[in-house]
């Protein structure tokens, strides 16, 4: 069954980086596109990042552009998300999340399977 | 960017009534080469990721009841629980997949009255 999990979320002070990882499995990860999508405590959901199935093209929220790098290594069935020069304001549970795909056709945007999150905790 | 708006924040129902969430675009998200809305409405429960129920406005995914019905064009959408269930209590959020960045509405509380 198709699976993703986050890991690499924590406590990190202001100005500081972390990356995430989400690990795929029960599905052909190199021809789906990913994403990032997070939300904040008591807040609602926010689109961060998006990366093509080959990982040609990327997008990104203008919250986040400059300062979070999407990646994917397709050999290891992983997604990554790197985030720099990290601020309170980026505390918030983060998800990874796949494209849906149906009878052929995928459907950039539209998420069919989501990670149960990661906790990312930006305080001094 | 297209802003997604809701309405209401929330929404108490007693069980077995209909229980009714709107969202709003504030651009057409609806595709005029192939005639579809992109237009998704998802679950979310304290501590599980979203879940989603709709997509192209009206098609319902594979194992959600069919309770659970979607409508509308353009740029006004309603998501309709025709008979609310106890499992039903979440927060809704309507979302588009027309353009980047996605948008995602504020959400709407669900509550049993």
């Known amino acids: 069954q198709v699976q993703l999990v986050e890991s690499g979320g924590g406590v990190v002070q202001p100005g500081r980086s972390l990356r995430l990882s989400c690990a795929a499995s029960?599905?052909?990860?190199?021809?789906?596109?990913m994403h990032w999508v997070r939300q904040a405590p008591g807040r609602g959901l926010e689109w961060v990042a998006l990366i093509w199935y080959d990982g040609s093209n990327k997008y990104y929220a203008d919250s986040v552009k400059g300062r979070f790098t999407i990646s994917r290594d397709n050999s290891k069935n992983t997604l990554y998300l790197q985030m720099n020069s990290l601020r309170a304001e980026d505390t918030a549970v983060y998800y990874c999340?796949?494209?849906?795909?149906?009878?052929?056709?995928?459907?950039?945007?539209?998420?069919?399977?989501w990670g149960q999150g990661t906790l990312v905790t930006v305080s001094s | 960017d297209i802003v997604m708006t809701q309405s209401p924040v929330s929404l108490a129902v007693s069980l077995g009534e209909r229980a009714t969430i709107n969202c709003k675009s504030s651009?057409?998200?609806?595709?005029?080469?192939?005639?579809?809305?992109?237009l998704a409405w998802y679950q979310k429960k304290p501590g599980q990721p979203p879940k989603l129920l709709i997509y192209w406005a009206s098609t319902r995914e594979s194992g959600v009841p069919d309770r659970f019905s979607g409508s509308g064009s353009g740029t006004d959408f309603t998501l309709t629980i025709s008979s609310l269930q106890a499992e039903d209590v979440a927060v809704y959020y309507c979302?588009?997949?027309?353009?980047?960045?996605?948008?995602f509405g504020q959400g709407t509380k669900l509550e049993i009255k």
């Open positions: 999340a796949r494209d849906y795909y149906d009878s052929g056709n995928y459907y950039e945007g539209l998420f069919d399977y």
């Open positions: 029960g599905f052909t990860f190199s021809i789906y596109g």
């Open positions: 979302q588009q997949y027309y353009s980047t960045p996605y948008t």
């Open positions: 651009q057409s998200v609806l595709y005029s080469s192939n005639n579809k809305n992109y």
